[in-house]
């Protein structure tokens, strides 16, 4: 069956995901957001790589005693909190690599064939604003901290994803991609180690 010819080149995508984030692998708390614009280059049939930035916005929770602080930031607390419930907007710059494992041919040849992919890489993380509330056992209060926009997390995560792709047109594609960013290493002012999860919808225009 003849295919059609996969021309190397730059593509541009806009994704929108929810986000579910928490700190190891409990206390998923109500999703966040994860709004995308991606640079794509496709180096072969199956293999393209891509980076771009991704604004996402977290909420997680946890223990007192999985945040990590100086031992003398809780001496301004009557003692440590119970619970720690963040918000977190930052900046989320991947560098992934992907790998078409099916490539399936439309019935129109004008189309590009269908895809089922996976893909793979690192992610760095800038933070512009954390919030937190921290809950005591007889009663709760709200506290917030605030880090510098500079402040970035190089490599911080790990990024690993499954999709599908499909052609409206000869330029214009839609995906669908669940996706997980595993912690490599603690993030935000407490050092937490971060795991996210959601999924992907996006808009691809080939230039």
Known sequence: VSMP?????FSVRLAVAPDLSAVGLQNFTRPGTNLGALLEYRLSSRWSVQTGVIWSMKRY????????????YWTKFPKKPEEI????????I????????????????????????VS?????YVMLKEDYSYTYSAHSYGVKQWTAPSGGYGFSQLNLSVGYERALGRRLSWQVEPFLKAPLKGVGFFKIDLLSTGAFLSIRYKL
């Open 5 to 9: 010819v996969l021309q190397r080149g």
């Open 61 to 72: 929770k946890a223990g007192g005693d999985q945040y990590d602080a100086d031992l003398d």
């Open 85 to 92: 419930s963040g918000q977190c907007s930052m900046i989320d």
């Open 94 to 117: 991947p560098i992934n690599v992907r790998y078409d494992i099916a490539v399936q041919p439309r019935l129109d040849k004008q189309l590009q064939p269908s895809r089922w992919f």
């Open 120 to 124: 793979a890489g690192v992610t760095s």
